[in-house]
C-alpha cells in the first residue's frame, strides 16, 4: 500500500506560480490570434473592396444582385440603384448594399 500512496504523491502538480499562468493562457492567445488572421481580417478586407466597387458604380455599368438578378444601372441615387432589368426595359431601385457583383464596366467613352 505504501508503494501506492507514494505514486499518488507524485502524481500531484505543484502549486500554480506566474509564469506557468502565462503558459496556460498562451495557446488561448494563440488561438485568437490564428482565428484573427485566418477569418477577421479576410473578411474585413472583403467588405473593404466591396464598399470600393459601389462607389465606383456609374450609370451604364452591368450588375448581379445578392437575389441573382441581373441588371443595368441607369442611375445613382444617395443609396440606391435605378437598375433595369429584363428585356421589356423594367426599371426597380435597388439599395446599394444589395449589389453583389460589378459584371461588366461601361467605357470612358459611352
Known amino acids: 500500500m505504501t508503494k501506492f500512496s507514494s505514486f499518488l504523491a507524485q502524481a500531484q502538480p505543484a502549486a500554480p506560480s506566474g509564469g506557468s499562468m502565462l503558459m496556460q493562457m498562451l495557446p488561448l492567445v494563440l488561438m485568437f490570434g490564428a482565428m484573427y488572421f485566418l ?19 456609374k450609370a451604364g455599368d452591368e450588375i448581379v444582385t445578392t437575389g441573382g438578378i441581373y441588371g443595368v444601372i441607369t ?20 439599395g446599394k448594399g444589395f449589389v453583389h457583383a460589378l459584371v461588366k464596366k461601361t467605357d470612358g467613352a459611352a
Open 75 to 94: 442611375s445613382v441615387k444617395d443609396d440606391r440603384f435605378v437598375v433595369r432589368i429584363g428585356a421589356d426595359n423594367q426599371k426597380v431601385e435597388i
Open 39 to 57: 477569418l477577421i481580417a479576410p473578411q474585413r478586407k472583403k467588405q473593404k473592396e466591396h464598399e470600393k466597387m459601389l462607389g465606383a458604380l
